[in-house]
């Protein structure tokens, strides 16, 4: 589906659907706790991909509109099929669960998720009763039961990894330690991992270099809302920036998200007219970051952000070709953007299959001089659905100009 987006200032009320990162979380834990209920779930096809891979495992998930209801504890078959589709939150969440159940579990994926590295699992899980079929892609197989010790784990690569043996190092017998070979990049968001744990009765004991996680622990029934999504929200935050005047509600003002960020970095352009931001620790923010930076005054810089060339599209390619197309002035480098300001006029962009550029597209369509034409915007659906519908409830001018 391509659309076309006419210049127009943004003006109303949004409410921020649920955090995804939350709503993974509090459905994984709440599978493994049973007779919970978790409202304010905003259904994407990454969150759909996360219900189905613990109703495969044995979970009773019911699904209302913005909820779920589970009926009562997991009860892990011997063998299960889940597809990950494009969600890279739901494999590497979900294996090392699968493995602390015991369940013989073969994965599948779609996108560019069969490209997505899981080595440090197959590396640490390997040492720890897990065997791996695994041959560069998907589909592959893990079998076996995992067993508690010392895992140690790269902070470099993706927190996901982390997140996922934080789920699983409790329901084993025995002390498990997650030691840090390097800085731990993404740090939000384990914190948000730690913080939905402690609602559902799991403790995680921080150590000079990393975890410590007690053994045979259990996951206690509870019933709550997933927060809104800053992630999500720093679209419209940087629409105000470009001279919108949006509210945004279902937000928590004490919410631990990394990207809670946004609101600091716009207030720093603001104030400097540019900004130069290390995003090792809020990756989702660079595609908007680049949008808000392409209308300051000065050059911004955004770093260590390496790990964007490998998420759903090359981010760092598809930002920069994003600005450029909408003729702004955007340089690549080894680790981030180099962004010099300049009006965008308006053009032609290639979502490349990722959310997060639809929607920055959109938002930069507020501050052209000319139309923005976005192709295969469908993409939005991975994550916000209603994205245009919420777009277009404030103002926004969108138009469908081709289905293909």
Known sequence: ?????????????????????????????????????????????????????????????????????????????????IDCNESGSTLRFIIPVAAALGVETEFHGSGRLPQRPIDIYIRELGKHGITFNYNNTMPFTISGQLTSGVYEIEG??????????????????????????????SRPYVDIT?????????TVDETENGFYIKGSQIYKPYNGDVEGDYSQAAFFYVANALGSSVNLGNLNPDS????????????????????????????????VLAVLAASGKKESVIYNAERLKIKESNRLETT?????????????????????????YGGTVDSYGDHRIVMAAAVAAVGTSGDVIIKNAEAVTKSYPDFFEDYKKVGGIVNVISME
């Open 256 to 287: 631990v998200q990394g990207d809670k960020k946004i609101l600091d970095i716009i207030n720093v352009i603001q104030s400097d007219g540019c900004f130069n931001v290390d995003c090792s620790d809020i990756p989702d923010l660079v595609p």
């Open 156 to 185: 470099n690569v993706s927190s996901q990894f982390i997140t996922g043996l934080l789920f699983a190092l409790p329901l084993l017998d025995g002390e498990s330690e997650i030691v840090l070979t390097s800085h731990l990049e």
């Open 1 to 81: 589906m391509d659309i076309k987006i006419t210049p127009e200032k943004l003006k109303g009320f949004v409410n921020i659907p649920a955090s995804k990162s939350v709503a993974h979380r509090m459905l994984i834990c709440a599978a493994l706790a049973g007779d919970s209920e978790i409202g304010g779930i905003n259904y994407s096809k990454d969150i759909e991909a996360t219900v189905k891979a613990m109703s495969a495992l044995g979970a009773w998930i019911y699904t209302k509109e913005n909820s779920a209801d589970v009926a009562e504890k997991i009860s892990p078959p011997e063998k299960a099929v």
């Open 194 to 202: 730690i913080d939905v744990l402690k609602k559902f009765g799991i």
């Open 320 to 344: 920069a070709a994003l600005i450029n197309n909408l003729g702004g002035n955007v340089e690549i480098t080894a680790d981030g953007l180099i962004i010099h300001p300049c009006g965008l």
